[in-house]
């Protein structure tokens, strides 16, 4: 793909595919031994933050306190909140803590920053940290072809939902939807086709994409094994 200057990666005002042939590392202020990959943030109109993170052994993170932190461990191991955390494990931490998120190995992990929205008449939630095969997958409105794992949980007091989507090959969304949320999205496992808007993107492990509030969207799994994807949504919160 990277012959003649093709790429599958595609900015239209409603999204955003990124795929990892036209990725750009860069520090961000504070990493130590690490590297980012960012892959939405204001620039694009998005209301959060999302990098990948590369760590060498004992890379960290800098300090996000005046946001909230997601992290998903994508390789590798890391340290957060005296735990150790292997692939698919996560941590949440709330806004204005700071806590040291550190590589026991060389290691990858989706990353998400968000300045956190209070609902009033419900507490700041509490940093925790969890492991996606501990969370019971649900079907997607009844298709047991689709299972989705929500990472954080279903509570009033957090502004954004993660959630882990597993699709079995040929399994699609049920409809082609049309919200108002935003997503951040990384293809973690197989592959299949992506509509976005007008367009029909084939897209694989490692891509990243952006939809925009209302981008027209539908997925379905093409290949012979399950195709997986961890994908952002703010949540929760009144609509502005
Ligand atoms: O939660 C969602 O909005 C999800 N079903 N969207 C998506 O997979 N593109
Ligand atoms: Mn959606």
Redo the contacts with the bound molecule.
């Keep these: 793909m990277k012959q003649l200057g093709s790429t599958r990666s595609c900015q239209q005002p409603n999204h955003l595919l990124l795929t990892p042939d036209t990725f750009v590392r860069a520090p961000l202020p504070g990493m130590k031994k690490t590297t980012a990959i960012v892959h939405a943030s204001q620039r694009i109109g998005a209301r959060f933050i999302q990098y990948s993170a590369e760590f060498e052994k004992d890379g960290s993170l800098g300090d996000s306190r005046r946001q909230q932190r997601f992290i998903y461990v994508l390789d590798g191991a890391l340290r957060v909140m005296d735990k150790d955390l292997k692939p698919g494990d996560y941590a949440f931490v709330r806004s204005h803590e700071y806590q040291a998120v550190v590589a026991l190995e060389p290691s990858r992990a989706l990353v998400i920053e968000k300045p956190f929205e209070h609902l009033f008449g419900t507490l700041a939630p509490e940093s925790f940290c969890g492991s996606a095969d501990g969370v019971p997958p649900q079907p997607?409105l009844g298709d047991s072809a689709v299972q989705?794992r929500s990472l954080i949980p279903n509570d009033p007091q957090f502004d954004f939902?993660v959630?882990s989507?597993t699709f079995e090959p040929g399994a699609s969304?049920p409809m082609v939807?049309s919200?108002v949320?935003e997503?951040g999205?990384l293809m973690v496992a197989g592959g299949g086709i992506y509509r976005l808007g007008d367009c029909w993107h084939p897209v694989t492990e490692g891509d990243f994409i952006y939809?925009a509030p209302y981008c027209p969207?539908?997925?379905c799994a093409v290949g012979k094994t399950p195709a997986q994807?961890v994908?952002y949504?703010d949540w929760n919160r009144h609509a502005d």
């Design positions: 997607l989705v939902a959630n989507m969304l939807e919200h949320m997503h999205l939809m969207q539908w997925f994807y994908i949504k």
